[in-house]
């Protein structure tokens, strides 16, 4: 996979998925997963930045979500690392 693309596209659906919820009035989102005919992609909000996983359709959400929870977890705590 080309990362500028799949980076592009998943600011895209960010932006766009943000842009819905808060025009129905609604609150942003924590996770989201996008299944396509190809593959899935899992959104996580982790404070600082969207964790997005790019995976194969066919790979089961339920093990692998306790390893994406895990890296937003460690991603989290780099955002409340202070300096000084």
């Known amino acids: 996979l080309d990362e500028d693309k799949v980076a592009a596209m998943a600011s895209n659906a960010v932006m766009g998925i943000r842009r819905a919820l808060t025009s129905q009035g609604m609150p942003t989102f924590s996770r989201f997963t996008l299944t396509a005919s190809h593959g899935k992609l899992v959104f996580t909000d982790t404070g600082i930045a969207y964790l997005v996983v ?27 690392m202070r300096i000084g």
């Open 54 to 80: 790019v995976m194969d359709r066919s790979i089961d959400l339920g093990p692998t979500d306790i390893e994406i929870e895990s890296a937003a977890m460690r991603i989290r705590g780099l955002g409340e």
